[in-house]
């Protein structure tokens, strides 16, 4: 896949839930951050942070506060109470059957320009990471699931009041057999219009 162009890696990539048995290093996921750092951005310093949750350790100190998290924010409440231990046994799980996660934070700023910058630039390397690990075999899901509001569960991952959660990002292996469903998307005409043609819209 590497030699292909970046037209056709940004149309084929798809996010991938499934969970491989294969290993992912860290050597590899340290030089996907890397060519992501080339993302674009309006600050004085590049405004990404990344914690890599890898290893068993890591993987269920990491699970544990995120099943501590479920609970403070009460998330099981809106579950189907009579299947509610399957449903924590399977959560619990999937969060555990993944190889690496990446919380990946940007700065919280008052003032608004400043936040959607630092937003925006961090989802501009969330995306170049993407786009990087598909083009090696790594898959991605990225994840904006409530417990990343939650502050308890920043603090207790090491992440201070004055960075936010925009992802986390679940990373796996891609196995050959994982079918993936082909993208769609809607036609540039529905969502593009000329400036003047918006105008008389609005107009009628
Ligand atoms: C900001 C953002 C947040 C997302 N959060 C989740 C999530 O919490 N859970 C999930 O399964 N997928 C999540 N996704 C993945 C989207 O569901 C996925 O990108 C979308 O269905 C389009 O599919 P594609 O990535 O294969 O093109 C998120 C994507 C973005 C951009």
């Known amino acids: 896949m590497v030699s292909e162009s970046i037209e ?10 499934a969970v491989s048995d294969q290993s992912v290093s860290i050597e590899d996921i340290q030089a996907l951050l890397e060519v992501a750092s080339y993302a674009p951005f309006h600050s004085k310093e590049e405004p990404w942070s990344v914690v890599i949750v890898a290893g068993q350790d890591e993987r269920r100190l990491f699970v544990e506060k ?5 609970e403070r924010l009460n998330i099981w409440a809106r579950y189907d109470q009579q299947h509610l231990a399957a449903s924590k046994k399977r959560t619990e799980e999937y969060y555990l ?14 003032k608004r320009k400043a936040n959607l910058e630092a937003i925006s ?14 083009s090696r075999n790594v898959g991605v899901t990225w994840r904006t699931v409530p417990i990343i509001f939650d502050d308890v569960f920043k603090q207790e991952l090491g992440i201070g009041s004055d960075r936010q959660i925009i992802g986390l990002l679940d990373i796996s ?16 005409e ?14 009628e």
């Open 190 to 203: 529905q969502w593009a219009v000329r400036l003047s043609e918006k105008l008389s819209e609005n107009k």
């Open 66 to 70: 995120i099943m501590d998290s479920y």
């Open 97 to 110: 059957s993944v190889p690496v996660t990446l919380i990946v934070t940007a700065p919280v700023h008052e």
């Open 8 to 17: 056709q890696i940004i149309k084929e990539r798809r996010t991938v839930r």
């Open 173 to 188: 292996m891609i196995d050959e057999i994982v079918k993936l469903p082909t993208a769609k998307r809607k036609a540039v």
């Open 121 to 134: 630039a961090v989802s501009a390397f969330i995306q170049n990471f993407q786009l990087a690990a598909w």
